[in-house]
């Protein structure tokens, strides 16, 4: 193989031999990503001031009292940002820089200062006690094979995981992400609906006891629908409604909005931060039942996610996309994973849009219970953990102008962890759900820190 290769390139083989013990280490802690160049039309006009709920001004008013300067610099920043990388490094590549190292390794002062920290968090599978819930555990706890999920003990989850949220909060975190599964609706668990409807009422007044009026958005999940009447109309009265949820803002958009193209039921919307944009994505998109536990992003959304990428990328926004299901095969372990029920169904379709566009950096999903981590076409896919199930963690994620740092947070429930850690008796199965080390802490490169 050295010969020819020499003889095609007239390359010093012996040369390049000598140096692979030192390529080898660089290569593992940098990807290069090759990136698409086809760019896509846009197919909805869109004005994206009149998408801004007043947590959206909020925050930008917060970022301009931080720094009077910000706002401009962060502008002048993007617009140098995007086109000077790419000349640095190749015309349609894209760099990414994932390191699985200490989270002490990382000086946050020499990544700049922070744009926007948020919270996330997913699967809390809440269920107030009640004679189903004992009746589902018994038959559960008798079952040959068992998972960790401890809806046995969801109630004790709930405060300890809001109160560290409160601590997040107090030390300056602008907002929270529930990705999805706040109870045990859906299939599998044949929770009878108005337990379904109390857990989840109940799930808010917690939720609003300990956290108040600090904002927290909640994407829907396939447990989150009706598990006998179908749909999201009472997950939609409850976190939906600014009276409902009692914060006076929306965490899904109504039908008063130009996204909703006429549809009142629609749960996706976007939050636009400096020159950044995030993107919530319903996975439950056209899909009443849950079947099998598989996820969809019908064709108006798609069409409304399509017209977010193009407007972001005129405002030269990075994005981070958000969303229940997976879209893309971690790059560990696979063999657990259900092509059918862990996945949005049409996934080609959603990724096929997403390689158009090299300014999506990011897509953040839960679902599957475990901290996984890939890349394609330069975005990557990061799944995380339960709330509700070892190894019992919620993420933090830190935007800095040309960073995003993520890392994982354990609920200090030391006796639930090692009882979810037991009751799980699948052969490995703990291992997957904590991750990869690259999983748990990752930072990624999104532009030429010098340019700012």
Request: glycine share 6%; with cysteine; net charge neutral.
């Amino acid at each position: 193989m050295y010969g020819s290769h020499c003889r095609r390139y007239s390359c010093p083989c012996h040369g390049a031999v000598m140096l692979l013990p030192l390529l080898v280490p660089m290569l593992i802690l940098q990807i290069w990503v090759t990136r698409s160049t086809e760019k896509g039309s846009a197919i909805l006009a869109s004005d994206s001031d009149s998408y801004f709920s007043d947590v959206d001004r909020q925050l930008r008013e917060r970022n301009r009292a931080r720094d009077p300067q910000a706002c401009c610099q962060r502008k002048q920043a993007a617009a140098r940002s995007h086109p000077r990388i790419r000349r640095q490094l190749h015309p349609s590549g894209q760099f990414i820089l994932l390191q699985p190292k200490p989270r002490s390794y990382y000086n946050a002062s020499a990544l700049g200062k922070p744009l926007l920290r948020f919270a996330l968090f997913s699967d809390t599978h809440f269920w107030m006690p009640s004679n189903a819930r004992s009746a589902f555990l018994k038959k559960s706890d008798s079952e040959p094979v068992r998972d960790g999920l401890l809806v046995s003990d969801s109630e004790q989850v709930l405060p300890k995981l809001f109160t560290q949220l409160a601590a997040f909060a107090a030390s300056g975190g602008d907002f929270a992400i529930h990705l999805g599964d706040i109870v045990c609706g859906g299939g599998t668990f044949r929770q009878p609906s108005e337990e379904y409807r109390r857990s989840l009422v109940s799930y808010a007044e917690q939720e609003r006891a300990q956290l108040g009026r600090w904002p927290i958005f909640h994407l829907p999940g396939n447990h989150d629908l009706d598990p006998n009447m179908g749909g999201l109309s009472i997950w939609r009265d409850i976190f939906c409604s600014p009276l409902a949820n009692g914060t006076g803002f929306r965490t899904c958009v109504t039908q008063t909005d130009e996204q909703a193209q006429g549809d009142p039921s629609v749960n996706y919307r976007s939050l636009h931060v400096g020159a950044w944009r995030l993107i919530l994505l319903d996975a439950t998109d056209g899909l009443k039942q849950d079947s099998d536990g598989h996820g969809h992003i019908g064709r108006t959304q798609l069409l409304w996610l399509e017209a977010e990428l193009d407007d972001a990328l005129k405002k030269r926004q990075q994005v981070i996309l958000m969303m229940h299901q997976l879209l893309a095969m971690p790059a560990s372990e696979n063999a657990w994973l259900d092509l059918q029920q862990d996945f949005i169904d049409n996934r080609a379709e959603v990724i096929a849009l997403l390689s158009r566009y090299e300014h999506v950096r990011l897509s953040l999903h839960g679902h599957v219970h475990a901290n996984s981590l890939t890349t394609q076409h330069g975005i990557a896919f990061v799944s995380t953990a339960a709330a509700g199930e070892y190894p019992m963690q919620w993420r933090e994620v830190i935007v800095y102008p040309c960073d995003l740092k993520m890392t994982t947070h354990e609920l200090d429930m030391p006796a639930l962890l090692e009882k979810s850690k037991q009751r799980d008796n699948r052969a490995g199965r703990n291992a997957i759900k904590m991750g990869p080390a690259m999983a748990n802490s990752v930072i990624l490169r999104t532009c030429d820190p010098s340019s700012t």
